[in-house]
């Protein structure tokens, strides 16, 4: 059982938005930044957004983040084919003092 | 261009240690502003951050394994290391290194993401 709650599976359709989210609690997303990591089959994680909403250099601007309160979410607009991987969310936990993890979401372009 | 390698056996047998290194290329640890540190994916299942080394010496560690985690570094061979005693099944993984990194109030290691991976090594825990 993660402490972030990630929906398991989420789908769409080349050229659709989708949004994948991360509930939490006041302890981690409520206090503490959200980064996403995409990893593609078979591979190392990569950063994709760090600080809740900001994209690292080389991170396409279809790529968003944001933090309303003690939940993130994670947008992918004009999806592609190659978007199919897992995304994971992550945060600071004041609590376990530890960086916690998201149970990942696999997202499937159909 | 920075790089991270994991080297280490692939084998261990259970209620021994593990140990594993990671290699760091294309930047000193030693220039500092970053942290080192392991994260873990079991078969099929999601990330679990290990533990995180500065190059000082400053160490954060998951509570759920720091009773048998070690991190340490050697800033004369820009290497830190793993070392996770007493291995069951459960620790079978892929372990991979990673470079934390933060734009903005860097005093507080929360403040840190991790930016660039290795590729990651197996670890099979099995007599």
């Known amino acids: 059982q993660s402490v972030l709650t990630q929906p398991p599976s989420a789908s769409g359709t080349p050229g659709q938005r989708v949004t994948i989210s991360c509930s939490g609690s006041s302890s981690n997303i409520g206090s503490n930044a959200v980064n996403w990591y995409q990893q593609l089959p078979g591979t190392a994680p990569k950063l994709l957004i760090y600080s809740n909403n900001k994209r690292p250099s080389g991170v396409p601007d279809r790529f968003s983040g944001s933090k309303p309160g003690t939940s993130a979410s994670l947008g992918i607009s004009g999806l592609q084919s190659e978007d199919e991987a897992d995304y994971y969310c992550a945060a600071w936990d004041d609590s376990l003092n530890g960086v916690v993890f998201g149970g990942g979401t696999k997202l499937t372009v159909l | 261009q920075l790089q991270l390698q994991e080297s280490g056996p692939g084998l261990v047998k259970p209620s021994e240690t593990l140990s594993l290194t990671c290699t760091v290329s294309?930047?000193?640890?030693?220039?500092?502003?970053?942290?080192w540190g392991w994260i873990r994916q079991p078969p099929g299942k999601g990330l679990e951050w290990i533990g995180s080394i500065y190059y000082s010496g400053t160490t954060y560690y998951n509570p759920s394994l720091k009773s048998r985690v070690t991190i340490s570094v050697d800033t004369s061979k820009n290497q830190f290391s793993l070392k996770l005693s007493s291995v069951t099944a459960a620790d079978t993984a892929v372990y991979f290194c990673a470079r934390h990194a933060c734009r903005t109030n860097c005093y507080a290691f929360y403040n840190y993401y991790m930016d660039v991976w290795g590729r990651g090594t197996t670890v099979t825990v099995s007599s």
């Open positions: 294309g930047d000193s640890i030693s220039s500092g502003g970053y942290y």
